[in-house]
């Protein structure tokens, strides 16, 4: 069983930054395609970042030049940089995994991100 846990949330000003950090345990060769979903009061579940299967990164266009995503393998770990954050970014941000022979997504526990004008 894959086991996603997130840090480094927190409460931020307008313009700054944060990073979160997801490290996975068990099971963790069966899992590809890590990235992060963040879901704001009121609104859908959305995709931020991703890894492909190829290896590649996308981004939602509401983040593309301020959040990157990156990994340490021997860490098992992924991480969000958060850059120029807007008050529009406050959400839960959730770290997720794909289980590489069935599609099934693994979640983390959620870390809150708030961000103040």
């Known amino acids: 069983q894959v086991q996603l846990v997130e840090s480094g949330g927190g409460l931020v000003q307008a313009g700054g930054s944060l990073r979160l950090s997801c490290a996975a345990s068990?099971?963790?060769?069966?899992?590809?395609?890590m990235g992060w979903y963040r879901q704001a009061p009121g609104k859908q579940r959305e995709k931020v970042a991703a890894?492909?299967?190829?290896?590649?990164?996308n981004y939602a266009d509401s983040v593309k030049g301020r959040f990157t995503i990156s990994r340490d393998d021997a860490k098992n770990t992924v991480y969000l940089q958060m850059n120029s954050l807007k008050p529009e970014d406050t959400a839960v941000y959730y770290c997720?995994?794909?289980?590489?022979?069935?599609?099934?997504?693994?979640w983390g526990q959620g870390a809150q991100v708030t961000v103040s004008s």
């Open positions: 068990g099971g963790i060769f069966s899992i590809n395609g």
């Open positions: 890894f492909t299967s190829g290896g590649g990164r």
């Open positions: 997720t995994a794909r289980r590489n022979y069935d599609g099934y997504i693994y």
